[in-house]
């Protein structure tokens, strides 16, 4: 069994005429990093929702570490495993300094006291936020605040970190911080990543992309596999990063440009090309 395993999800809110999710089968393995992206609407809030047992499906099996998370039963164990950071950095802290803020989490699923600080200390150290400890949450930028929402999450200890855009409010410099934090977590310390942002950039930084429309998983693969399949991904009302963007175009002028997405690559190719021209 995959660490994640989603069998034939649906999903209907009450009251809902359609369902928000239809039959999405989804596998994630351990220390993986997943971006979801789709048109607003196409469900991946309720996805999020879901593997965090805030909804249960409709229909449909979810486990998250053999946890069920469409059994309220579970619910407990299920939420230690995973965390969720959602879009708002004004809404998520709890309270009014930082250390509580980071405290609320593993006081609440019990961690004896004395256990509570070194957790503290790992979780703010984990997203550069130590100095901060003692200070207001109120006082933060953007960036800051998402650091520490973030660090409460991981005071949990989970297995599972899901972001649901919560780069989408901030400046470009806060975006930064976050998206460091979620690859340095990533990479460093093996945590499986699942990132909702409408952030090409960001994109780019997964192992593997899910693209959603109405409620289905309709593309999966690299972000280089994902990135050539621009029609596709026209179709479904999203960008390409810039870079692959200006390389189609190179591509459709006749300049024979490998299927790249990053800046970097871009560069690399232009390069190469340059003395041909
Ligand atoms: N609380 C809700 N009640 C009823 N319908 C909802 C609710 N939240 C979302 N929906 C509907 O479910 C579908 C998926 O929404 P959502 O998961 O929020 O999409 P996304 O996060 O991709 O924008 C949409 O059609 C949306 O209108
Ligand atoms: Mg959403």
Do not use: W
């Not at 596709?232 to 006749?254: H, T």
């Amino acid at each position: 069994m995959s660490f994640i395993e989603a069998k034939e999800v649906y999903y209907r809110y009450p009251q809902a005429e359609k369902d928000a999710l239809c039959g999405v089968d989804l596998t994630v393995e351990k220390g993986e990093y997943v971006a979801v992206i789709g048109h607003n609407g196409s469900g991946k809030s309720t996805l999020a929702r879901l593997l965090n047992g805030l909804l249960q499906p409709t229909k449909g099996e979810i486990f998250v570490d053999g946890i069920s998370a469409a059994d309220k039963k579970t619910l407990f164990e299920l939420r230690k495993r995973v965390g969720v950071v959602f879009q708002n950095p004004d809404n998520q802290l709890v309270a009014s300094i930082v250390e509580d803020d980071v405290a609320f989490g593993p006081e609440n699923i019990g961690v004896p006291r004395k256990e509570i600080g070194e957790r503290i200390d790992f979780a703010l150290s984990a997203v550069g936020m130590q100095e901060y400890r003692k200070s207001m949450a109120s006082r933060l930028s953007g960036g800051q605040k998402q650091r520490v929402a973030i660090a409460g999450v991981l005071a949990i200890r989970p297995e599972v970190l899901i972001l649901d855009e919560s780069t989408a409010m901030l400046d470009p410099r806060g975006r930064r911080e976050v998206t460091d934090v979620v690859k340095k977590l990533n990479r460093e310390n093996g945590m499986t990543v699942l990132a909702v942002t409408h952030y090409m950039d960001e994109v780019c930084e997964a192992d593997r992309v899910l693209v959603l429309s109405d409620g289905k998983i309709v593309m999966s693969g690299t972000p280089a596999e994902i990135f050539s399949r621009e029609e596709e991904l026209e179709k479904y009302e999203l960008d390409v990063p810039v870079p692959a963007r200006i390389a189609a175009m190179l591509r459709a002028g006749g300049m024979e440009i490998g299927r790249i997405y990053t800046k970097e690559e871009l560069g690399d190719e232009l390069c190469r090309l340059l003395p041909k021209i």
